[in-house]
């Protein structure tokens, strides 16, 4: 079903986006790039919601959980593993940081 | 209850999201913004995961009918599911730790194929059981036509950015060659394509068969492979952050099936970041999405102009001279690009630049936005060397500092640096924003050989008296310099 209040939510979401993002410093593009990567994969919610719900026994099929679980699969790696680099990254970039204080 | 406590979890974890990025505004703030975004995920992972538990709980108000939850077939599915989701983030966690930030872009290209690939089994998913995701029926037309729409763009969107991630990521890798592989009628192949697309969504949202959504998602991986592997590797910045920005819709595009507000605005929040990326890619460029997206940049016309010039003669230098002319400098100013990214001089170049700073000699960097192969790229191989955060400099906060300089060092950049972007209208990057390198006292040009850059253009800069080419692997000229100054 088309419910219009998501429209009004994207948008808005949208400027949000815009008008955060504007502000995010050019050197740090990079982690930027990897932090949006991981928290695209909060499509998670939805994989592990596929694979596991419970209430639809009568019209479950089999194949909805095993896509989700396969989608929780990489959406895993992509969550931890885009926190992780990101985490690399941003410590870099403050160890230079410390050293610049000296 | 559940509803209400949904809700509350839902809240923190867009405001801790939008915080995370808020964060990136300044190296101090980031990490602590990371942590955030970590907090966010695992609220939501964690939520969803004990949902049923909850539910049942809350329904019969005793914890311990949770239990009943065993007996049902679904356990199977609990067990496999934390299993793939700890497998996952084992392997996840042990990429990151693992990669070496010169193959940074390549990584984050193969996680955007990732997302994409999981937004299309999770439209399959959706399609195979629409009774569990709101829609009204059991059978193939279980969907309404506006979810039906919603989730066919969705899985469209995601089968794009896989196949297009991939070739992404096979061209950063070096598997597949980074020159812009154009084909006949590539652009009426590709609009046939997204024309195919449309008229399969409307279709498929007023019979849902299974037929019109394969037609739709293999369609949509052609279409991603086609739109990519034209492109050539140094308008790769603007691919990868145009894939980042594809992964965000994907994801509105589910969020918007199922009504799920969270997935709507991280994904708007994801869409435009990406976008705003590809938009400053582009503008460091001087060219339209379009115009990238349309790819074949570096074709015959641009080599042929080129070398039809007779600009003069070249001046070669040595390491040796190189590194007198560098010690006996009051200003240094370095330019890096990709060629540094491949050689790994980035650390060969901090060590020169602590010997030339003990000698009072000022140092500092110089970025172009399209510098390297992704947004920020050089930033980060600066910072992975402990080059201090004030010493490197964007372009609009240096470029007038190169008149005032004694030696520019472009350690494996070139177009970048190219004077004719300012001074030759027929040049193919004419009225791209460059960095002044000209204008300073000396430039030593770091280079492999006196050949072109991606774009298959001509340097001028290379046959200008003050210019000085040190030819060699970036590393190596580096580490000479560096022996001949200790």
């Known amino acids: 079903m088309f419910n219009p209040e998501s429209l009004i939510i994207f948008i808005l979401a949208c400027f949000v986006g815009y008008y955060v993002v504007l502000k995010v410093t050019p050197a740090l593009h990079a982690p930027l790039m990897s932090v949006t990567n991981a928290i695209s994969s909060v499509i998670i919610v939805v994989a592990i919601y596929a694979a596991t ?50 | 209850m559940l509803n209400e406590l949904s809700v509350l979890v839902d809240i923190t974890a867009i405001v801790l999201f939008i915080l995370t990025l808020r964060g990136l505004s300044s190296a101090a703030t980031s990490e602590r913004g990371n942590i955030f975004g970590i907090i966010a995920m695992s609220l939501l992972i964690l939520f969803c995961l004990g949902r049923d538990g909850l539910i049942i709980a809350l329904r019969d108000h005793n914890i311990t009918s949770v239990l009943m939850l065993s007996q049902t077939k679904v356990v199977l599915y609990y067990i496999a599911t934390i299993i793939a989701l700890i497998s996952g983030g ?293 910072a992975e060397a402990n080059i201090p955060y004030e010493d490197v400099l964007e372009i609009d906060e240096i470029n007038h500092e190169f008149a005032r300089t004694d030696v520019v060092l472009v350690v494996g950049a070139n177009d970048i640096t190219n004077p004719a972007a300012k001074n030759d209208p027929t040049s193919p990057i004419y009225g791209m924003p460059i960095l002044d390198v000209e204008k300073a006292k000396t430039v030593l040009f770091v280079k492999r050989s006196l050949a072109s850059g991606y774009a298959g253009i001509d340097n001028t800069l290379f046959y200008q008296s003050n210019t000085m080419m040190v030819l060699g692997d970036a590393k190596k000229v580096c580490e000479g310099i560096l022996r001949e100054l200790k």
């Open chain 1, 53 to 102: 719900e419970t209430t639809f026994v009568v019209a479950y099929r089999a194949s909805t959980s095993w896509l989700g679980i396969i989608a929780v699969f990489l959406t895993a790696i992509n969550i931890v593993g885009g926190f992780m680099l990101t985490r690399r990254m941003l410590a870099m970039f403050a160890k230079k940081k410390k050293e610049g204080d000296k």
């Open chain 2, 90 to 382: 084992a392997i996840g966690y042990i990429i990151a730790k693992k990669i070496n930030m010169t193959s940074l872009p390549q990584l984050v290209a193969a996680f955007h194929s990732l997302v994409g690939l999981s937004a299309v089994c999770i439209a399959v998913a959706v399609f195979c059981s629409p009774a569990a995701f709101g829609g009204s029926g059991t059978g193939l037309n279980g969907l309404s036509i506006a979810a039906a729409i919603e989730m066919s763009l969705g899985a469209a969107v995601g089968a794009v950015t896989f196949t297009g991630s991939v070739v992404a990521f096979g061209k950063l890798h070096g598997i597949i060659s980074g020159k812009p592989l154009s084909f006949k009628w590539q652009h009426k192949i590709n609009a046939a394509l997204g024309l195919i697309i449309v008229i399969a969504i409307i279709l498929f949202s007023l019979a849902q068969t299974p037929q019109m959504l394969s037609i739709i998602i293999l369609t949509s991986l052609a279409l991603g492979y086609l739109l990519i592997m034209p492109i050539g590797g140094a308008d790769m910045p603007v691919i990868v952050s145009m894939l980042n920005s594809y992964s965000g819709w994907a994801a509105a595009g589910i969020g918007f099936t199922l009504n799920n507000n969270v997935l709507i605005i991280i994904g708007a929040l994801v869409g435009t970041s990406g976008a705003i990326l590809s938009q400053i890619m582009c503008k460091g460029m001087n060219r339209s999405l379009i115009n990238v997206i349309l790819g074949g940049v570096g074709g015959e016309t641009a080599l042929a102009q080129g070398s039809s010039k007779d600009h003069g003669n070249v001046k070669l230098c040595s390491t040796e001279d190189a590194a007198f002319i560098i010690g006996n400098a009051g200003s240094v100013i370095v330019v890096p690009g990709y060629g540094m990214a491949v050689a790994q001089a980035q650390h060969a170049i901090k060590e020169m630049s602590d010997i030339l700073k003990a000698k009072d000699i000022s140092v500092r960097y110089a970025i172009h936005p399209v510098a390297g192969r992704m947004p920020g790229h050089m930033n980060v191989l600066l």
